[in-house]
């Protein structure tokens, strides 16, 4: 009779509630409050833990204490979403609606798939179901933009008041006397929350899916932390991050839109496919890097520093690698790999 063999399973809750509490805090930076479209995560990723709590009670039976927990919590934040919320608010609250059933519905019919394949099924799922919706619903794709720019105007007004009555402060002016740099720091960022909005509601939907596709990461790693019921496989630790190769069609099919005549959505369409593969393949490249350099402790914090300070540059080469093992496959070499400190 073969042995049963226990699943491996997940260990330590700080790192996804550490990554949750960054997005938390991001959410409320006048300049990432524009470019974060769920600036308050958790009302995002209640509905997600549901969805992903109730497929794995739906799987393996038993009480159901985790998906009625957070189905409850899903429930009253997204109630309170749509009263206070404004003209976006169905729209975020119809989205996460949207993706969440279609995550449970291919947890369901299709178990034991890796978290990627899960999350990237579900969220173009979502966005086709969305675009559907909306093209046969009153104001359609036209109101839907409408709210979305009176969305991130309201937001862009909101954190420029808050950096001019920070700037406002005694202890700010100070600094601003004892170096012009400061004085002029402060203009800038002012002039550039005025031109953010602008500049993202085109790429909007391509933002919609990347956070998206990051809080689906998140709750697939709070419900194997949480409960004891698995929804697949494991995720990959970053220096193994990689996808299906076939992925380089949405580039090229992004390319192509763009290099359409005539501009509109069509190109628009294709900016959005860049920045959602771009995004992908940088993180592919940097798992590239992390495997190649196998940094330590400290060599991670001084890597995070340089990034932000030298991101273009940094996420350029993080993008070329991705691309790159496409074809190259660099972490093949299973001498070399045998040589890594895991």
Known sequence: MAEHVEPPRERGIWAPLGVLILLSYLGQVPLFRILIPFPVPLVALAPLVAAAALAGWRREGGL??????????????LWRLLQVGGAFAPLAGGWLLLLAL????????????????????????????TLLVLTVSPGGLVGAVTAVGAELGARSMAASREWQAMTATTAWQELAASSPVWAEMATEVER????????????FPALVVLQS??????????????GRRRIGPPMSPLRRFRFDDRAIW?????LALVALPGGGLVQQGGWNLLVVFGALYAIRGVGVMVWFLAPGWW????????????????????????????????????????QRVE
Do not use: C, N, Y
């Open 213 to 226: 596709l990051l809080l689906l990461a998140l709750a697939w790693a709070l419900v194997h932390r949480l």
């Open 250 to 254: 949405g580039v090229v099919l992004g």
């Open 64 to 77: 159901p204490v985790l998906p009625v927990f957070w189905l409850t919590t899903a429930a009253a934040l």
């Open 102 to 129: 279609a995550f449970t519905a291919r947890l369901v019919r299709w178990p034991d798939r890796p978290m990627l394949t899960q999350a990237v099924w579900s969220a173009g799922v979502a966005a086709a179901a």
């Open 299 to 338: 060599q991670k914090v001084a890597w995070g520093i340089l990034t932000l300070l030298f991101w273009p540059v940094i996420g350029a080469v993080a993008v070329g690698l991705g691309l790159g093992d496409t074809w190259f496959v660099w972490r093949r070499d299973p001498r070399r790999e045998s």
């Open 192 to 203: 550039q929350l005025g031109t953010w909005p602008a500049r993202v509601r085109p790429l």
